[in-house]
């Protein structure tokens, strides 16, 4: 049974930090992209960053260029996402999901990817 599990959200002050875990199980890092995406209240759900399977590229939405980073423990099964200089409007309940894809990643469309966790929520607020 493929299973996702998000943990590492909590209360931050606007410019602070959290790091965010994806842990899987079930299957191996080796053959699936893992996408983290949010959605805040009364907003469409968006996606943040993602990870390929193979070469470890990754992609980031514009708004999180440069702040967030995206990388996995192949060993460990586990993605994570540096979140530095969080904002206020990155209030969300941040999920991840996977893919199963040899190459590159996509997160245009969170429709694409066929497993997700529970999410975690992240409250950006003094």
């Known amino acids: 049974q493929l299973q996702l599990v998000e943990s590492g959200g909590g209360l931050v002050q606007p410019g602070g930090s959290l790091r965010l875990s994806c842990a899987v199980s079930g299957f191996t890092l080796d053959y699936y992209a893992i996408g983290w995406f949010r959605q805040a209240p009364g907003k469409e759900r968006e996606g943040v960053s993602c990870?390929?399977?193979?070469?470890?590229?990754?992609n980031y939405a514009g708004s999180v260029k440069g702040r967030f980073t995206i990388s996995r423990d192949n060993a460990k099964n586990t993605v994570y996402l540096e979140m530095k200089s969080l904002k206020s409007e990155e209030t969300a309940v941040y999920y991840c999901?996977?893919?199963?894809?040899?190459?590159?990643?996509?997160?245009?469309?969170?429709?694409?990817?066929?497993?997700w966790g529970q999410g975690t929520q992240v409250t950006v607020s003094a």
């Open positions: 990870i390929s399977s193979s070469e470890g590229s990754a």
């Open positions: 999901a996977a893919v199963r894809r040899r190459f590159g990643c996509i997160m245009s469309n969170h429709r694409s990817y066929d497993y």
